[in-house]
């Protein structure tokens, strides 16, 4: 059998821990949001929706505020 690198090693055991305790465990996807996560997702759509994306010819992109007066990013 050839000599196995550290990470391999390391790879095999902890293979080995999962066949003995079984995967990972993670939340469901499926559950409510809560009312912090609620207001944190409609504070990024408002953020998103005040910047439109730009391509330029060479395929480049950019994003611009939607307001003609801000001139910040230009």
């Known amino acids: 059998m050839p000599k196995l690198s550290p990470v391999q090693k390391?790879?095999?055991f902890?293979?080995?821990l999962r066949y003995i305790?079984?995967?990972a465990s993670s939340s469901p996807l499926d559950h409510e949001m809560t009312p912090e996560n609620k207001q944190l997702l409609?504070?990024?759509q408002a953020a998103s929706q005040a910047f439109v994306t730009v391509t330029r010819a060479d395929g480049s992109s950019y994003l611009v505020p939607i307001d003609p007066k801000?001139?910040?990013l230009r």
Do not use: F, Y
């Open 14 to 16: 902890t293979g080995h």
């Open 21 to 23: 305790l079984g995967p």
């Open 10 to 12: 390391l790879m095999r």
């Open 42 to 44: 409609a504070q990024q």
């Open 70 to 72: 801000d001139q910040s």
